[in-house]
């Protein structure tokens, strides 16, 4: 059960006074009948707005498709972000949406957002050892051996002490790969081909644990059912 003006302003419909306004003004029902106490609590499952159900009010999972050119910082001085992306009264949820990890401004392909705090944790947790499938294109030929060096968790990066965990390379063509990681370091992929001497051009994350984009086109998001993880 929920206190009606503070359900309204966390899911982002209006600040806590504007919604006292709506509830008084007879736009909010719970179970079909209009409550103008805006300090009654209800079921969210059970309260309409303006004749609507409430947008998502136990909580969003959202699988987006990110475009090249956008950063997942919510710091609007780091440039275009990826929130930009989602309908206006999303960005003013609270708690609000975060990505689970993030992919770099060069890098497009599949992530995750929420406004559930403790998947994010579950999910980016190197305890979890959730795979992430990359595609990369290089700038030259992948050396031979690669793979090996990838696979052994032996490999260290510039200025880390601990050596990456095994990771997958696929070889696809001379100059192209897909690379599985388990963990989801600090520009990961990019750091492992230069620690080889390979610069990548492009970068698209394909897979996120059991989850691929299908055919969700770039730019968009798609929900997904809030238990999608919950067996984890
Ligand atoms: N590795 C990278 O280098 N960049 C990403 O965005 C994700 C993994």
Do not use: M
């Given at each position: 059960m929920r206190r009606l003006d503070q359900l309204l302003?966390?899911?982002?419909?209006?600040?806590?006074?504007?919604?006292?306004?709506?509830?008084?003004?007879?736009?909010?029902?719970?179970r079909?009948?209009?409550?103008?106490d805006f300090g009654a609590k209800a079921n969210p499952a059970e309260v309409q707005v303006?004749?609507?159900p409430l947008d998502h009010p136990d909580g969003l999972l959202l699988l987006l498709h990110k475009p090249v050119g956008l950063v997942c910082s919510h710091d609007e001085r780091e440039g275009p972000n990826i929130y930009s992306l989602l309908p206006p009264r999303w960005r003013e949820r609270n708690p609000g949406i975060t990505s689970i990890g993030r992919l770099d401004k060069d890098t497009s392909g599949l992530l995750?957002?929420?406004?559930?705090?403790?998947?994010?944790?579950?999910?980016?947790?190197?305890k979890h050892k959730v795979p992430k499938v990359y595609r990369a294109t290089l700038a030259s030929d992948?050396?031979?051996?690669?793979?090996?060096?990838?696979?052994s968790g032996t490999l260290l990066l510039k200025d880390e002490v601990k050596p990456c965990a095994s990771a997958d390379?696929?070889?696809?063509?001379?100059?192209?790969?897909?690379?599985?990681?388990?963990?989801?370091?600090?520009?990961?992929v990019r750091r492992m081909f230069a620690s080889q001497g390979c610069e990548v051009l492009t970068l698209h994350r394909?897979?996120?644990?059991?989850?691929?984009?299908?055919?969700?086109?770039?730019g968009q998001?798609?929900?997904?059912?809030?238990e999608t993880f919950a067996s984890r």
């Open positions: 302003a966390n899911l982002g419909y209006c600040s806590r006074r504007e919604a006292r306004g709506w509830i008084q003004a007879g736009r909010v029902t719970v079909g009948v209009t409550e103008k303006d004749g609507a995750l957002l929420t406004d559930q705090t403790e998947l994010v944790h579950q999910l980016t947790s190197p992948l050396p031979a051996g690669l793979a090996a060096i990838f696979a390379l696929k070889v696809i063509t001379p100059r192209s790969a897909e690379l599985t990681l388990t963990e989801g370091r600090y520009h990961q394909a897979q996120f644990g059991p989850l691929s984009l299908t055919d969700l086109p770039v998001w798609r929900t997904l059912p809030p």
